[in-house]
């Protein structure tokens, strides 16, 4: 069964922190790699954090020392903690699960399964 289910999203002031959560199946909880990914209107969808199945982690630079993924294995979840939020941080964020080895970690073409997404809003 594949199952992403992102939860978490929401409005806070420039500075602030969220947390997402993505809910997977064991399925897709057992990928090669799981992602975060988020996308702005207008713009593509861009990578900003990686955790594959040996625990190695990329981050995006635009969010490298803001944001930190793991994955909680009690849950079957993937994390995203972010701080010190920026308003340019705003976007549709989405949980995605790839069965590729070698891949480009944060293109989103690489990946087989999406959430629905989880809306962040950061307001200056």
């Known amino acids: 069964e594949v199952q992403l289910v992102e939860s978490g999203g929401g409005s806070v002031q420039a500075g602030g922190s969220l947390r997402l959560s993505c809910a997977a199946s064991e399925y897709t909880y057992s990928s090669n ?5 988020r996308q702005a209107p207008g713009k593509e969808r861009e990578g900003v954090a990686a955790i594959d199945y040996d625990g ?31 308003p340019g941080d705003t976007a549709m964020y989405y949980c995605a ?9 944060l293109q989103h073409y690489e990946y087989n399964y999406w959430g629905q997404g989880t809306q962040v809003t950061v307001s200056s």
């Not at 790699?33 to 990914?37: I, Y």
């Not at 995006?60 to 920026?86: C, P």
């Not at 699960?97 to 970690?105: D, E, G, I, N, T």
């Open 97 to 105: 699960a790839a069965y590729k080895f070698r891949l480009s970690v």
């Open 33 to 37: 790699c799981m992602a975060w990914f």
């Open 56 to 86: 190695r982690i990329t981050y995006a630079d635009s969010v490298l020392g803001r944001f930190t993924i793991f994955k909680d294995s009690g849950k079957n979840a993937l994390v995203l903690q972010m701080n010190s939020l920026k």
